[in-house]
């Protein structure tokens, strides 16, 4: 039996393809910009990492204490949740305005983050106003949530304006960005079609663009306001408004209450994670 | 000796889905096999018992006279070993280049560190080379997978399995993406590597023509059950029918 | 006779068709209705509970911008603690990069562990995917209080309080890139006989690394971000910073603060983007 292709007779016609490297050995792999910036980014990362342990101020904290501290701290968050202080009604109200600002700051995001897209998909917006649009968006989504918010109890005083607004500015900018996404991922072809009939941009967007991309804006809305919740439990204290974060922070704070903290966590993360399981499901219905 | 033996084999999916009833059959060594039949008939799966990607649910397989149901993890990797496999998507890592691809063949052959490591031999380069160069990529060696088209990517993987050394070849749909000319070549290409080099190859094919041109023997399967075994000569339009379960005149194949 | 039967036919599944397109256009005009009163209900109820008034909110914006105006304009006392806050800005960046990459480290091995890919054991899977969810979703404020306690005001408690959250998410992150992406490659390798840290290296990490960057790089930018609010409570980096200045009245520095933020996480966003469209 012929065996043309067994190990001992390989007979390469064409030497002139294999390239070696400088020690006589066959080369394997491929040059390619796309690796080489994949490995330059991971490199620059590292390193800036090793700076950065290099470079803290770690006051010299006792480290081993430190965590075994935080670890039995952590068996009685976990272990032993109890209400003391605080009681499960007020607990649960303070949830639901925590629940209420992350709404009212969706709504509003999503309301302004509609007209915002329709103003910047690239498909059926002037060019110029879209770029000026998307690029003030970017500038409104690089404050973090937390100084809008600040921002606004100087201007507005402490309380849910302050809250509610300043979450809003983060939210429609965000929103924004993922509703122009969504109305630039649909199909050209009904567009045009419109467009070649002589409508108008406000018939376009509400045939043609609004329809077809309903579904991932809804998609896009609950995954905001999971953010939002979130969001508003920390900045609600910070603004006076109140909710589930200022319970956290009066039972870790002010009476340093683990088993308080405890149970407020639970009730926090359950939540989260209902939200996250309704999130998911919308996310699969509406496709 | 046959070189595949199914015995009353089984197959069950989340315990309500049977996609294979009591198939027995066997291949003998050098035999060149087409499995023809519907979609979502049991072909894939068929293929996937004999190297455990999928575990058949009872009944015997037969590898070489040895029975790989009972295979622990070592010994399904010295099964898998020696039979390549080749997929109607090519499956190959898509960002490494085309001789590195190749050189994956060579995985099953080493340990698990020298292999994690990447250290393959200079004999084991310039054998993936010579194989390259046999199925016509060798100007393509460095480039990589994703600049290739789909018959290229199919020869590419073709190679990978040559590499392994193989005595057995299973093919899931392997012209599946291809056009026409692809086709062909990929088709060619395996049936030269039959011949010369006394590889067994079983085949999953949807195009019927295909199948009796270059088959010695194609089997017929329709949910999940043999419905015809022999040569293509006696495969008469009657039996494709039935294979196929739709009445005469519907299917777009060209018999001849 | 026959003919106008059919006739009258045709006519009457013509009517019956149009009569369901009619009934789809009702169904959508109802469900667009019903989603609207139940945004505005929700609207209204949230409204009492918080004590909103959106018109109040409305006019809380011009009241806003011409306070920035007047106050958040660096002066020149601000400008001398320039140094100052360009070292905590660093600060500040380098810890999300630092909590980033170390996340990211932990969180690779554990996620091939819960993908369908690697298929290591369903039980095990299942653990993993519950243990990120926990890490994902425990707020970042609720890691920082817990913290306080025994690590103090710390960097490491802005660390760690990162550090967790990063975990959870990235895990997830990854699971899904690894089984998108890789599991056809991972398919062959297995057939070919490699070892499951064989295919890992040979398939997975080759296959999925510009998705898995692409990830990091992402979080890294929502992690300056979030280090601004973490800052603030641990008493560390550029929004502890922030938070000095304004509750001292400075307003002025604490504008300084607020550009280089915005010019930080901005800068970030484009290298980022830049990075992203060239490896994948």
């Given at each position: 039996m012929i065996n043309e292709f067994a190990i001992a007779n390989a007979s390469i016609s064409s030497q002139n393809c294999i390239r070696k490297t400088r020690k006589g050995k066959i080369k394997i792999t491929s040059k390619s910009t796309k690796e080489y910036v994949i490995k330059l980014t991971i490199l620059i990362l590292l390193v800036l990492t090793v700076c950065a342990f290099l470079s803290f101020d770690y006051k010299n904290i006792d480290l081993a204490k430190a965590i075994s501290e935080t670890w039995s701290n952590v068996k009685v968050l976990l272990g032993e949740p109890k209400l003391s202080y605080s009681t499960l009604p007020n607990v649960f109200k303070a949830l639901w305005i925590t629940f209420s600002l992350g709404i009212l700051s969706t709504i509003s995001g999503a309301v302004i983050g509609i007209l915002g897209a329709l103003l910047c998909a690239k498909n059926i917006a002037n060019h110029i106003i879209a770029n000026i649009i998307k690029s003030f968006v970017a500038f409104i989504r690089a404050f973090p949530t937390i100084l809008w918010v600040l921002i606004f109890t100087v201007a507005a005083g402490l309380g849910s304006v302050a809250a509610v607004v300043g979450l809003t500015f983060h939210s429609a900018g965000y929103l924004i960005k993922a509703y122009a996404e969504s109305m630039e991922e649909i199909d050209g072809g009904a567009i045009e079609a419109l467009k070649s009939s002589g409508a108008g941009f406000w018939q376009i967007a509400f045939q043609a663009v609004l329809p077809s991309s309903i579904s991932r804006m809804v998609a896009w809305t609950f995954l905001r306001f999971e953010i939002n919740f979130i969001n508003a439990l920390a900045v609600g204290a910070a603004a006076g408004a109140g909710g589930i974060g200022y319970d956290l922070w009066m039972a870790g704070n002010f009476y340093f209450d683990l088993s308080e903290l405890g149970f407020i966590t639970y009730i926090t993360v359950f939540s989260v994670i209902i939200l996250e399981i309704v999130a998911t499901q919308v996310k699969i219905n509406v496709r | 000796m046959s070189i595949v033996e199914f015995r009353n084999v089984n197959k069950i999916y989340n315990k309500?889905?049977?996609?294979?009833?009591d198939v027995s059959f066997s291949v003998e060594k050098g035999e060149f096999v087409s499995i023809i039949g519907p979609?979502?008939?049991?072909k894939s799966t068929i293929l996937r018992c004999i190297n455990r990607l999928v575990d058949a649910t009872n009944g015997k397989i037969l590898f070489n006279g040895y029975d790989v149901s009972y295979a622990g993890k070592r010994e399904i990797r010295q099964v898998r070993k020696k039979i390549g496999m080749i997929f109607q998507h090519y499956n190959?890592?898509?960002?490494?280049s085309v001789i590195e691809n190749v050189l994956h063949g060579r995985l099953g052959h080493k340990s698990t560190i020298s292999g994690m490591l990447g250290y393959y031999s200079e004999q084991e380069k310039e054998k993936a080379f010579s194989i390259i160069e046999k199925l016509g990529l060798i100007e393509q060696a460095?480039?990589?997978?994703?600049?290739?088209?789909g018959g290229q990517k199919q020869r590419v993987s073709i190679a990978r399995s040559i590499m392994q050394e193989p005595s057995l070849i299973l093919c899931?749909?392997?012209?599946?993406?291809?056009d026409p000319n692809a086709s062909k070549i990929i088709m060619d290409q395996l049936n030269n590597i039959n011949k010369t080099m006394n590889i067994t190859c079983i085949l999953n094919l949807h195009q019927v023509d295909v199948a009796m041109r270059y088959s010695q023997r194609i089997i017929g399967l329709t949910s999940g059950k043999i419905v015809y075994d022999g040569p293509p000569e006696t495969l008469t339009k009657e039996k494709i029918y039935d294979i196929y379960q739709s009445n005469e005149g519907e299917l777009i194949t060209d018999v001849g | 006779m026959l003919v106008e039967k059919m006739n009258i036919n045709n006519h009457l599944q013509k009517d019956n068709r149009s009569q369901k397109q009619i009934s789809i256009f009702i169904k959508r005009k109802r469900i667009f209705l019903i989603t609207f009163l139940i945004v505005i209900v929700l609207y209204a109820a949230a409204s009492i509970a918080t004590n909103y008034d959106a018109i109040k909110g409305l006019a809380s914006i011009p009241k806003a911008i011409v306070w920035i105006t007047k106050n958040l304009i660096p002066n020149e006392k601000s400008w001398e603690r320039l140094p100052k806050i360009l070292s905590k800005l660093i600060e500040s960046s380098l810890l999300s990069v630092a909590v980033t990459v170390c996340a990211a480290a932990c969180a690779f091995p554990f996620s091939l562990l819960g993908t369908r890919t690697v298929k290591v054991n369903l039980w095990i899977a299942r653990i993993v995917r519950i243990t990120a969810a926990f890490f994902r979703n425990v707020p970042s404020v609720v890691w920082a209080i817990l913290l306080l306690f025994s690590f103090?005001?710390?960097i490491l408690t802005g660390f760690l309080a990162l550090f967790f959250t990063t975990f959870g998410m990235l895990t997830r992150a990854f699971i899904e890139s690894i089984d998108e992406v890789s599991s056809n490659c991972v398919e062959a390798l297995n057939a070919a006989g490699a070892t499951s840290l064989q295919t890992v290296f040979h398939g997975i990490i080759p296959s999925s690394m510009p998705q898995l960057v692409s990830w990091i790089l992402y979080m890294i930018e929502l992690n300056i971000r979030d280090s601004t609010l973490i800052g603030l409570l641990t008493a560390t980096g550029i929004g502890a910073m922030f938070d000095l200045y304004y509750k001292r009245m400075d307003y002025g520095s604490a504008s300084l603060v607020v550009i280089f933020i915005v010019i930080l996480v901005i800068g970030i966003e484009l290298i980022s983007n830049k990075i992203r469209k060239v490896i994948m």
């Open positions: - | 309500t889905t049977k996609a294979l009833t979609s979502g008939s049991g190959l890592v898509e960002r490494l460095y480039k990589r997978c994703d600049e290739l088209s899931d749909e392997p012209i599946a993406s291809l | 103090g005001q710390n």
